[in-house]
């Protein structure tokens, strides 16, 4: 997974009050920058060679403390984990790797197809986590995909061609949050009572103001830009891509809630090879991470 863009969150202001030098509101930077936030340590994924282990493949990193006990644990040799972290001033933040003709893709780096267009903080990262990949399902390892809490299986992309112009037009549709900032409507939400809601952030990173702002402006949009928001929620921005990749690849994997690393219990689901190719979920709701590997030979699809 990505965690690298060349962003700050300055949490001693109001969420709405400044836009980085991308244009980019508050609610887009908790959406994107929090996959980075002011954490500052290299994680390069450190993969168990071990058949039928459980390794993440895909994290949604604006939960930082889950993510910092992930590491933790993959570090100990607790966790297998290809996901990969290149924090700004680190040796590989910002760098490329270029596209061979062979492959076909769009672009003269990895950026095209994962963003739609080049970007600050670089495509390396992306190779190092496909090499990840690679060793993980050489080694017979189980791929797990994590979701936002009560969103498993949602949020993602068509397919990998499609990555980058679906990420192009989330990005469009929340720079208009900008705008709307300055309209009647959201300086009278203000005056009565959105400016008093609390600014303290959770786990996610969001806080009552922020989510609140956010609601109001998706409220604002039309209907069509309402409905591609609402089903984009469920994956951070790279990994829509990095899941994308592997349905392109073949690769079955199992959709984890993110919860089942937080407070309560979560929700696993395993998508086997033929789901990549035919309308068909196996299903294990209710479940703890714990509880579904006692589970997946009853629930694996053959």
Known sequence: MWFCINLCLDLGRGPFEEYDDYGLTYWERIEVSREVSSRSIRFDGSVIRERGRPCVVSWPGKYEGAWESLVSQGRNGQVSAAVVFLPEGTEDYGKCDSILLSEGWPGTCWCTPLYGEQK????????????????????????????????????????????????????????????????????????????????????????????????????????????????????????????????????????????????????????????????????????TLNHCRDLKETYTEE
Do not use: H
């Not at 995909?145 to 990420?167: Q, R």
């Not at 209907?223 to 899941?243: C, D, I, W, Y």
């Open 120 to 287: 600050p903080w670089g495509c390396r990262w992306f190779t190092k986590w496909r090499e990840n990949i690679e060793t993980a399902v050489e080694s017979g390892a189980e791929l797990e995909v994590y979701y936002f809490p009560n969103l498993v299986g949602k949020g993602k992309v068509e397919s990998f061609d499609t990555a980058g112009a679906d990420n192009l037009q989330r990005e469009e549709i929340n720079k208009k949050q900008k705008d709307f900032e300055k309209s009647p409507e959201f300086k009278q939400a203000l005056g009565a009572g959105l400016g008093n809601l609390s600014k303290e952030l959770r786990g996610d990173g969001s806080s009552q103001y922020s989510r609140e702002a956010r609601r109001l402006f998706l409220a604002s949009l039309s209907e069509t830009e309402r409905e591609f928001m609402a089903a984009s929620e469920g994956l951070g921005n790279s990994q829509k891509a990095e899941v994308a990749w592997l349905q392109k690849k073949g690769y079955a994997y199992w959709e984890v809630d993110i919860s089942t690393w937080l407070p309560g219990e979560g929700v696993e689901r395993y998508v086997p090879v033929i789901a990549i190719y035919k309308p068909y979920v196996s299903e294990v709701p209710g479940y």
